[in-house]
């Protein structure tokens, strides 16, 4: 079984200042892959970034980067220079297989960031 | 660019009522995925289906069924809806092969039993 867990709850960041949101996982498959989205108050998820179990390079998009830590099970998501748009809920999930070989995604409970002027 | 709608963005029912939540998605898209979202619980997968007529079982199941009789169209379905099933309900869809491809998702349904 796959499991996310994300411990931060909640996060206030100055505007401008890089943020690290935490993300740790568990499972037991050598082939997997993690995403992150954010949920803004809208309430649409947006899909920002994607890392392969596989993949050697942390994943980059824009001022979006995937610190990928193998060893640890942790896929922190970066934000460099925070803006006012970027507060949100943020959610790591991890591809699986189910036993019947079809995937699935497993959600963290989610962060909420707060960006402060 | 993919889309992805429900029917409903806001649904108040009664306990014991049949409830029929849809999505509908444009992209030709093997996966389709129901999700129940929750505050500190994150989303849980109720069901999911992998081709027409094909679903299976999610991490939260119990007082739900599927049915996917078009590869576009995906629907939950609540047999006898309870105060526990007050929720934001979230359909996705991807397409299958690549672990790289993400999932899109719909505005979401807003369901309150009462």
């Not at chain 1, 949101?21 to 498959?29: I, Q």
């Not at chain 2, 029917?7 to 306990?15: A, E, P």
């Not at chain 2, 049949?18 to 030709?28: A, N, S, Y």
């Not at chain 2, 790289?100 to 979401?108: D, K, R, V």
């Amino acid at each position: 079984a796959q499991k996310i867990t994300q411990t931060q709850p909640g996060m206030f960041v100055q505007e401008k200042e890089a943020v690290t949101l935490d993300c740790t996982y568990d499972t037991s498959d050598q082939s997997y892959g993690l995403f992150w989205y954010k949920q803004p108050s809208s309430g649409e998820m947006i899909f920002l970034i994607y890392q392969g179990s596989y993949d050697e390079q942390n994943a980059t998009e824009g001022r979006y980067s995937l610190n990928f830590q193998k060893a640890r099970k942790s896929a922190n998501l970066v934000i460099s220079a925070s803006q006012l748009g970027d507060s949100a809920m943020y959610f790591c999930a991890m591809r699986g297989l189910t036993n019947f070989g079809n995937e699935k995604l497993t959600f963290g409970t989610g962060t909420r960031l707060t960006i402060i002027p | 660019d993919v889309k992805v709608t429900q029917s409903s963005r806001y649904l108040v029912k009664r306990t014991g009522e049949k409830v029929f939540l849809e999505c509908v998605q444009d992209m030709d898209h093997e996966n389709m995925f129901w999700y129940r979202q929750d505050p500190g619980l994150g989303l849980r997968l109720i069901y999911f289906s992998y081709d027409v007529k094909m679903k299976e079982k999610g991490d939260i199941p119990e007082g739900y069924s599927v049915s996917r009789e078009k590869k576009e169209r995906f629907s939950l379905i609540l047999e006898s809806a309870s105060t526990n099933q007050t929720s934001m309900y979230l359909c996705a869809s991807s397409l299958w092969g690549r672990s790289s491809y993400e999932q899109y998702f719909g505005p979401g349904t807003r369901l309150t039993v009462t």
